[in-house]
């Protein structure tokens, strides 16, 4: 079974940093995808990023480009999200997700249905 476990999320002022961190186990061989998703309070759940544990693919959606880079380490099975230059728009529960699909290099990048595997999700405040 895939486990994934969040951790890093906190409490920053705007314009400050957090990184995220994800750590995936089950992937027993081949290449996978982890997506960084964000649910925002009373808001839809939406992606901001996606790498491939081959790190030939990564994206970001406008909201978060030139800000946020997602990063992973294979020995560790960790990934990673830096997040600069906090806005308050940015306050969200973020959740690390993976699927075996090559999501990351398609057009459904951003999207949950690629993935099949969840975190619980770790809370992310960004006071002004």
């Known amino acids: 079974d895939v486990h994934i476990v969040e951790s890093g999320g906190g409490l920053v002022s705007a314009g400050g940093s957090v990184k995220l961190s994800c750590r995936v186990s089950?992937?027993?061989?081949?290449?996978?995808?982890i997506g960084w998703f964000r649910q925002a309070p009373g808001k839809e759940r939406e992606g901001v990023s996606c790498?491939?544990?081959?790190?030939?693919?990564?994206k970001y959606s406008d909201s978060v480009w030139g800000r946020f880079t997602a990063s992973i380490d294979i020995a560790k099975d960790t990934a990673y999200l830096q997040m600069n230059s906090l806005k308050t728009e940015d306050t969200a529960i973020y959740y690390c997700?993976?699927?075996?699909?090559?999501?990351?290099?398609?057009?459904?990048?951003?999207?949950?249905?690629?993935?099949?595997?969840w975190g619980q999700g770790t809370q992310v405040a960004v006071s002004s």
């Open positions: 997700a993976a699927t075996i699909s090559p999501a990351c290099g398609g057009p459904w990048a951003l999207i949950e249905a690629p993935y099949s595997d």
């Open positions: 790498i491939s544990s081959s790190r030939d693919a990564v």
């Open positions: 089950g992937f027993t061989f081949g290449d996978y995808t």
